[in-house]
């Protein structure tokens, strides 16, 4: 059983191996310097926002599914995962939306970012169903939704670059629509899997 997991979990792996490596192959050979500069600066924010605001959540849906599953408290343990998610996203929305209102800044970049934030919101939420499906072993679940999610999003971006010509923009765009697609898959497991808890 151990081989066959290590087996499964293998298949994500090599996907984000194949998109980390496929996108920089690319981008660095399509955009300019000063693009590629920009998708440096707005992925490292992206994931320091990620970060500081929404992790912690994602975290705690895999530290305590176990027990929340032992104690016959899963309903309420996903109910509590989603508030506390909704809670935290809220708060990051404000402080984003004010930030990039205040700030003057090149607006391909300002929608780079604006892309980049709330995709971040949408793969929160996929993280807590995927790493909630790892902590309860279902690994085939988890590598079909994960391998989605990865090539899904390898591959808009390449679309959005190479073949629309978009800029810094519709990479971020490009990635948010791809945990869209896996959250649609994921979504409403996670939902139903909240319902009828108390938070």
Not at 53 to 68: C, G, H, I
Request: glycine fraction near 8%.
């Amino acid at each position: 059983m151990l081989t066959r997991h290590l087996a499964t979990y293998l298949v994500p792996n090599l996907a984000q191996a194949v998109a980390s490596f496929g996108t920089i192959a690319v981008l660095t050979r399509v955009l300019s310097d000063v693009d590629y500069g920009r998708f440096a600066l707005v992925f490292a924010t992206m994931t320091l926002a990620h970060y500081i605001f929404l992790t912690w959540t994602e975290a705690a849906a895999s530290r305590f599914y176990t027990e929340a599953r032992e104690r016959g408290q899963t309903a309420s343990h996903f109910a509590s995962m989603l508030r506390a998610n909704l809670v935290s996203a809220s708060i990051f929305a404000v402080v984003a939306v004010t930030g990039l209102m205040i700030w003057n800044g090149d607006p391909t970049v300002k929608l780079a970012l604006a892309a980049a934030f709330g995709g971040a919101v949408v793969r929160s939420l996929l993280r807590i169903g995927l790493e909630t499906r790892r902590m309860a072993l279902n690994a085939g679940r988890f590598a079909l939704v994960d391998t989605f999610h990865t090539l899904a999003g390898f591959a808009l971006t390449i679309g959005a670059v190479v073949w629309m010509g978009m800029s810094v923009d519709g990479i971020f765009l490009a990635l948010a629509v791809a945990s869209m697609l896996a959250l649609m898959v994921e979504g409403p497991a996670l939902l139903m899997q909240a319902r009828g808890g108390q938070v």
